[in-house]
């Protein structure tokens, strides 16, 4: 994925967007293929509003759900929604003697690439099923086999929701393939939430209210701080920042990290835990 920058409204903001395009596009260029989503301030504005010749800042790429150098025999990608991106950028760079793809989305009309993909499983270099929530319901992992017979023996890249990409790490589990199965989250799974607190962030001189569900660094970009960020969910550490006084909630394990000495949190996924001072 790459991070890009852009100006919205006066403040630049930044999010992860994973690579569409192949690796060596002709013109040179690099696509992302963005999903505007309810009350999105950088999505919609991409979407809706961002035109041509708009400046974008843009990050080196990073992350780790790629293909591996050495082609694997047979392939299965398992995608929801806008999961599908990071796929996208696979399908159009390497082909594959025998891969398949599980892509769940409400309705056919929904599907993101849809043309594309129909257009590689009529060429025969995708087996392509299209599960199609609203009429067909929710995928149930435990069916999987049902569909792809042979799925312990494929190398898997899956993205989407919590509730799938979880499901199906604990399936690949249960199965004793758990090295098989490669995924990328788009968000945190919050599991925990509590009472919020007054944040102060103290090289800035702002005091704030903040409840116990909103990240840290939201709370800091909300109140005009400049707060350093990366993934904005937890894998990257590019948020990092001293806890100087009182205590946090790690949304992802509700575990509290209290104030002492040489303590960094991850604004991207602490909360409040009560008042708080956060060193920006
Ligand atoms: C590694 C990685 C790759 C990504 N690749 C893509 C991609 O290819 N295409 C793409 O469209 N997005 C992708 N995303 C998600 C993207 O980074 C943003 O999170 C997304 O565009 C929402 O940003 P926003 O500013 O519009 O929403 P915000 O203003 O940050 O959030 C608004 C509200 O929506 C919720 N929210 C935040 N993110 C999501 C989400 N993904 N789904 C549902 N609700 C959400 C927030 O909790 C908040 O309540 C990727 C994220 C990561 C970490
Ligand atoms: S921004 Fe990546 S870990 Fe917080």
Redesign the pocket.
């Known amino acids: 994925y790459v991070r890009i920058g852009i100006d919205v409204e006066g403040v630049r903001l930044w999010r992860a967007y994973s690579l569409t395009s192949p690796t060596h596009r002709q013109d040179g260029r690099v696509t992302i293929t963005v999903k505007a989503i309810p009350d999105g301030k950088v999505s919609n504005h991409l979407v809706r509003r961002a035109k041509p010749g708009t400046l974008i800042q843009l990050d080196q790429p990073t992350g780790d759900f790629v293909l591996p150098q050495a082609k694997p025999a047979k392939v299965l990608y398992l995608t929801a929604g806008s999961g599908i991106t990071p796929v996208m950028g696979m399908l159009r760079d390497t082909a594959f003697d025998d891969a398949v793809m599980i892509h769940c989305a409400p309705r056919a009309q929904d599907v993101i690439f849809r043309d594309e993909l129909r257009g590689l499983a009529g060429d025969k270099r995708l087996r392509l099923t299209e599960v199609h929530t609203d009429t067909d319901g929710m995928l149930d992992i435990a069916r999987l086999g049902e569909l792809v017979p042979d799925w312990t023996e494929r190398e898997t890249w899956a993205c989407g929701p919590a509730g799938l990409l979880d499901a199906a790490e604990k399936h690949w589990s249960e199965h004793g393939v758990p090295e098989r199965l490669h995924t990328e989250r788009f968000r945190p799974s919050v599991v925990a939430t509590g009472d919020g607190g007054e944040v102060t962030f103290s090289a800035t001189g702002k005091t704030v209210e903040a409840d116990g569900a909103t990240p840290l660094l939201d709370i800091g970009e909300e109140a005009g701080v400049l707060m350093p960020?990366?993934?904005?969910?937890?894998?990257?550490?590019?948020?990092v920042t001293p806890l100087k006084a009182g205590a946090v909630r790690d949304l992802r394990t509700g575990e509290i990290t209290e104030a002492e000495p040489g303590v960094l949190i991850?604004?991207?996924?602490s909360a409040a835990a009560g008042p708080c001072d956060i060193e920006r």
């Open positions: 960020s990366g993934c904005r969910m937890g894998i990257c550490f590019g948020c991850q604004t991207c996924v």
